[in-house]
């Protein structure tokens, strides 16, 4: 059961989306959906473009709506776009989406909003579709404060550290099983410069809560440091946060790619496939593209626990997921579709369709049963799994948080305040000013934070 907050949110919000932690996004495109809402045999899904989204809309036809006679109108945008219209729709109950994705961060304010169906009463009445299978800090990642289900994952990710493992060998460097991050920061030192071009290290730079401030904050866990104490008290200001931030910041102008300052997931994605850096801590999610067929890497890498210091643990947990808009006229149907969308006979079709690489995983324990799977994945699929069932959403640090969150803070704010934070941070990388006077401005917006929830 989540840890609830000291005070319920905003009956409204929009939800702003600043980066993204998974697979870069294709162009958008919209199929059908028209602006009255679903009924009859129809649901209508909105959902982000990223490629296993697309696959899944192709999927759907010939395969859901053939077996369950329910049709399935996709309206499908990117990222920042779809968050928008989301929450437009749900937070005005327009009704018009019967089923949208979220991920772990929104699907919670959600639920306190009561935007949200519950889903227990229909994982009950559907055995088949096996909640026990489900990851368990994927389940608590999309339970609310009441203790109920409400959202399916579609896929996970944590995050671990990923390395050149003909690079390491040829300078006689040794990733440790467990690395601490002053030892990532000794090896890439020794690994910077171990070919032409190549740095020892990619860390993220680019400004968005969901870009820079994803790994940092996971940094920041593991040194000991919070956004907000338990009694809501901004703590940007404080030693173990200061400290972590430096050291990222050091470490990344000192051995970190090139442009760091304007680099993302998508470009740390394409150093490392291209050779550029020797190693990458990032999204689990990224081992898929770095060992598909094809990929100059494929093969040359290997895969370690997010780095840590004062935490057994410190990788991030985050999915895209299924939640159904309370004001859905169709929620039996569109529960078909979430369990159908996220069951493990959906993976199965994947798998035989378009490879099992391609399988939306990260969510289910029987996925890293399946002998294809594990065969395909063989590189990565374990360390993914025991990173992501290592997570603790609620308590991801050394001291007691006010909400839950790894990467974030689960609160509505979040998503402004990390942008802007991120933005004085990536301001020091690119060596505009320093890390003391990115914090102390970062303070200041987040005591505005602290003063709207303390005492609440």
Known sequence: ???????????????????????????????????????????????????????????TAAHFTKETGVEVNFTVLPENDVRDKISQDFANQAGQYDVATLSNYEIPIYARNGWLRPMDAYVAKDPSYDEKDVLAPMRQSLTGDDGRLYGQPFYGESSFLMYRKDVFAAKGLTMPAHPTWRQVADLAAKADGA????????????????????????VVNTFGGTWFDKGWKARLDSPAFREATKFYVDLVRAHGESGAAQSGFAECLNDMTQGKVAMWYDATSAAGSLEAEGSPVRGRLGYAPAPVERTASSGWLY?????????????????KFVSWASGKEYEQLVGETSGWPNVPAGK???????????????????????????????????????????????????TDLGTRVSQEISAAIAGRQSVDAALDRSQQLAEKISKEYEGR
Do not use: H
Request: proline share 9%; net charge positive.
């Open 364 to 414: 289910r324990a029987s996925t890293y049963e399946n002998a294809d799977y594990r065969r395909s994945s063989a590189a990565f699929q374990e360390m993914t799994r025991q990173a992501i069932e290592s997570t603790r959403p609620d308590d991801p640090g050394v001291q007691p948080r006010p909400a839950p969150g790894i990467q974030f803070v689960d609160i509505p704010e979040f």
């Open 319 to 335: 999915t895209w997921a299924w939640g159904i808009q309370q004001a859905s006229r169709n929620p039996d149907k569109a529960w």
């Open 195 to 218: 070919r032409p071009g190549m740095r020892g290290i990619c860390l993220r730079g680019l400004p968005g809560w969901g870009e820079l401030m994803a790994p940092l904050t996971t």
């Open 1 to 59: 059961m989540r840890t609830p907050s000291r005070r319920r949110p905003r009956a409204t919000l929009a939800l702003a989306a600043a980066g993204t932690l998974l697979t870069p996004l294709l162009s958008g495109c919209w199929t059908g959906a028209g602006g009255a809402g679903s009924g009859g045999d129809s649901i209508n899904v909105l959902m982000v473009n990223n490629p296993q989204m697309v696959e899944l809309q192709k999927l």
